[in-house]
């Protein structure tokens, strides 16, 4: 079973148009995050949530919009995509901040 | 700016060899994780050591942190060609806003086999 699942895997898409990802976590965490990994390998977070409630929310362009419907589940929507944008972007999840993150798969975000 | 430097960039050793990978980071910490990523795939944890521990063992990893030195080493010993991936360390700030992890900008190993 699958502990942090989202979906697509991959994902091209034009500039301009408006994209969601999803992201869902069995494990009963609290926390969620949503983190941005660039063609260097670097990651750097975007998002944290805690109990459906926005935590963390770092220097983020606001066409970046995340969604807790629920503690389970964080999606990241984003609007008029651009060039820039392509990226890996990883969801993660964890009991607390303190301990270990468990990640998802990616989703390789491609904007042509 | 980024919390954690990693030293090497990048490693290339011989099955068997050791591989010792070093993390920096400029403020105090809470805890430094180690996570390795495979190609194409996510992080997946490796080791937590606490600010008030010096040197923690996971099988044949070996993780040691000095606080003065605000660094952290990784050790893998009698490496295996399956090892072969980019590990990264992540502090967990002190006096952070919220819960978040900072990486660092990670080491990619290569063993040979």
């Known amino acids: 079973d699958t502990a942090v699942s989202q979906t697509p895997k991959y994902l091209v898409t034009q500039m301009g148009n408006d994209k969601s990802i999803k992201c869902e976590q069995n494990?009963?965490?609290?926390?969620m995050y949503w983190y941005k990994q660039d063609s260097k390998k670097f990651l750097k977070i975007m998002f944290s949530y805690n109990n459906k409630e926005l935590i963390i929310n770092e220097t983020v362009p606001n066409r970046f919009s995340p969604k807790s419907p629920d503690k389970a589940h964080l999606n990241l929507h984003i609007n008029s995509l651009e060039l820039g944008d392509s990226a890996v972007y990883f969801c993660?999840?964890?009991?607390?901040?303190?301990?270990?993150?468990?990640f998802g798969q990616g989703t390789r975000l491609t904007v042509v | 700016s980024q919390q954690g430097e990693e030293d090497p960039q990048a490693l290339s050793i011989q099955e068997g060899e050791n591989a010792t990978m070093n993390c920096s980071y400029k403020t105090s910490i809470n805890n430094l994780q180690w996570y390795r990523q495979n190609s194409g795939r996510g992080l997946v944890h490796l080791i937590l050591i606490r600010s008030n521990e010096r040197e923690k063992h996971s099988g044949r990893l070996r993780v040691t942190l000095d606080t003065s030195k605000k660094s952290s080493s990784l050790l893998i010993t009698a490496s295996r060609a399956a090892d072969t991936a980019s590990y990264f360390c992540?502090?967990?700030?002190?006096?952070?806003?919220?819960?978040?992890?900072?990486f660092g900008t990670g080491t990619r190993l290569a063993v040979r086999p």
């Open positions: 992540a502090t967990d700030l002190q006096k952070s806003s919220g819960d978040k992890l900072t």
């Open positions: 494990l009963g965490h609290d926390t």
């Open positions: 993660a999840s964890s009991p607390s901040g303190n301990t270990e993150a468990f």
